[in-house]
C-alpha cells in the first residue's frame, strides 16, 4: 500500500483543516486507517484511527471532540477533519495503514502499522 498525504498547512488558533490520505496498491478495504502525528522533539504519537468498514474510530485524548477520521472506500481515501485547532497541535502528521485483525482500540499502538506515508505538515499559529 501507498500512501501520500495532503492538506495540511498554517493556520490560526480555532481554525480548521482536513487532512486527506489517497491509498494505492493493496485493497485500502481491507486495512484499518491511522493517524499519527510528530511534534518538533517529540516522538511520534497516535491521533486517531478507522475501522475497514468506517464504522469504528478511536481518538487520543487530545483530540477527542476536535478531530474526526473518516474513510471512503470507494476513492480509496481516509480523512483527518481538524477543527479547534490549538498552537500544541503543530506537528508533522502520517497516515498510516494496518490489517483489520483486532478491536478498534488496539491501533493506538504504532507497531501494528505496515505502511506509512510521508506526512504533511500541519502549523498552528497563535
Known amino acids: 500500500v501507498q500512501l501520500q498525504a495532503s492538506g495540511g498547512g498554517l493556520v490560526q488558533a480555532g481554525g480548521s483543516l482536513r487532512l486527506s490520505c489517497a491509498a494505492s496498491g493493496r485493497t485500502f478495504s481491507a486495512y484499518v486507517m491511522g493517524w499519527f502525528r510528530q511534534a518538533p522533539g517529540k516522538e511520534r504519537e497516535f491521533v486517531a484511527s478507522?475501522?475497514?468498514?468506517?464504522?469504528?474510530?478511536a481518538y487520543a485524548n487530545s483530540v477527542k471532540g476536535r478531530f474526526t477520521i473518516s474513510r471512503d472506500n470507494a476513492k480509496n481515501t481516509v480523512y483527518l477533519q481538524l477543527n479547534s485547532l490549538k498552537p500544541g497541535d503543530t506537528a508533522v502528521y502520517y497516515c498510516?495503514?494496518?490489517?483489520?485483525?483486532?478491536?478498534?482500540?488496539?491501533?493506538?499502538?504504532?507497531?501494528?502499522?505496515?505502511?506509512w506515508g510521508q506526512g504533511t505538515q500541519v502549523t498552528v499559529s497563535s
Open positions: 498510516a495503514a494496518a490489517p483489520s485483525r483486532y478491536a478498534i482500540t488496539y491501533y493506538q499502538a504504532q507497531h501494528l502499522y505496515d505502511y
Open positions: 478507522v475501522s475497514w468498514r468506517g464504522d469504528s474510530t
